[in-house]
């Protein structure tokens, strides 16, 4: 199993990147996969998570991130960026699809694989 994170840079404040996990070694569906980010100081938090047709987004990022699948990889489209998204973002995988609801990604530990994380940073 793996997972690889990238399409992160830099953006200026109300600009776009679209962020890439793609995936190896099992089938995304049943299972559910999580976009986390973690800011120097602060913990890493699940910011959208997608489990077959369902989808997550924490507050601060509805409306302006969309997580989607296509084959093997899933895709996480930010647009109107704000200082404050500045963070390392990781993919992560739950295989066993008991992360998931509709209130959160569910926390860190209860995900199996990890990608390497992909640097943010937003200028204003």
């Known amino acids: 199993v793996q997972l690889q994170a990238f399409g992160g840079g830099l953006a200026q404040s109300g600009g776009s990147l679209t962020l890439s996990c793609a995936t190896s070694?099992?089938?995304?569906?049943?299972?559910?996969i999580g976009w986390f980010r973690q800011a120097p100081g602060k913990e890493r938090e699940g910011i959208s998570c997608?489990?077959?047709?369902n989808t997550y987004y924490t507050d601060s990022v509805k409306g302006r991130f969309t997580i989607s699948i296509d084959k093997n990889t899933v895709y996480l489209q930010m647009n109107g960026l704000k200082p404050e998204d500045t963070a390392v973002y990781y993919c992560?995988?739950?295989?066993?699809?008991?992360?998931?609801?509709?209130?959160?990604?569910?926390?860190?530990?209860?995900?199996?694989?990890w990608g390497q994380g992909t640097q943010v940073t937003v200028s204003s």
């Open positions: 992560a995988a739950d295989l066993s699809g008991t992360s998931w609801s509709y209130s959160d990604c569910g926390p860190p530990f209860e995900y199996d694989y």
């Open positions: 997608v489990s077959g047709r």
């Open positions: 070694g099992f089938a995304l569906d049943r299972k559910s």
